[in-house]
């Protein structure tokens, strides 16, 4: 079975600094995505980034940015110029590419905070 | 309304109790999706409807029963609750069921069993 590791239960950043969220996860699969989502304090979770395992290069998305090392299985997220509002939980996620119905696979997510 | 939306918002039921969570979908999104959201745990998969049919139960008990009357709307029934089913219970909405496609969240619905 798949599983998702975030080692960091808790991070902080400056704002305006970088802050890395890390991700490992363990797959026998070959072609899978992988997914980071933001969840504020209002609850609602939001994607904030994806990314297609057959694709090297690495997804951005605006200040968002991932670091993916397929085979270290390593997949982490990067927040450039941190805003206030980047103040979360974070859940690195992960899915196989079957066309059957499958189940995302959720790490215990990391929470950020920013400070002013 | 836009997204996906989660009624109620907040819910506190004794163990005897009946209730119902609902989930609209406003995407046009042939599948909906259960979660439970606990303390220190990761999100934990319930259900998946794939075009109104149920394609997933992840080890659920039955004192959960979900309802999918059509591609828009998702219920997920309660009854004799125990004090651990306590959770945020969040409803997503994809394209499709397969791992391609994202999922959308709604708000969750944060249950209380007394």
């Known amino acids: 079975a798949q599983t998702v590791t975030q080692s960091q239960p808790e991070m902080s950043v400056q704002e305006a600094e970088t802050v890395t969220l890390s991700c490992t996860y363990d797959t026998s699969e070959s072609d899978y995505y992988l997914f980071w989502y933001k969840q504020p304090p209002s609850r609602q979770m939001i994607l904030v980034i994806r990314q297609e395992a057959y694709k090297q290069q690495n997804a951005t998305e605006n200040r968002f940015s991932v670091n993916f090392q397929k085979a270290a299985k390593s997949f982490s997220l990067k927040i450039s110029d941190s805003q206030l509002g980047d103040a979360a939980m974070y859940f690195c996620?992960?899915?196989?590419?079957?066309?059957?119905?499958?189940?995302?696979?959720f790490g215990k997510g990391t929470r950020l905070s920013v400070i002013a | 309304e836009t997204g996906v939306t989660q009624t109620p918002r907040h819910l506190v039921m004794g163990m005897t109790n009946k209730k119902s969570l609902k989930c609209e979908q406003h995407?046009?999104?042939?599948?909906m999706y259960w979660y439970k959201q606990s303390a220190k745990k990761p999100l934990e998969l319930m259900f998946v409807y794939s075009l109104e049919e149920r394609v997933e139960n992840n080890s659920v008990p039955s004192r959960f029963s979900p309802e999918c009357p059509n591609s828009s709307h998702l219920f997920l029934h309660l009854h004799t609750l125990q004090p651990e089913d306590s959770a945020l219970y969040l409803c997503?909405?994809?394209?499709?069921?397969?791992?391609?496609?994202?999922?959308?969240f709604g708000p969750g619905t944060r249950l209380t069993v007394t």
């Open positions: 996620a992960y899915r196989t590419s079957n066309s059957g119905n499958t189940p995302l696979v």
């Open positions: 997503a909405s994809s394209q499709g069921a397969s791992g391609r496609y994202e999922q959308y």
């Open positions: 995407l046009g999104h042939n599948a």
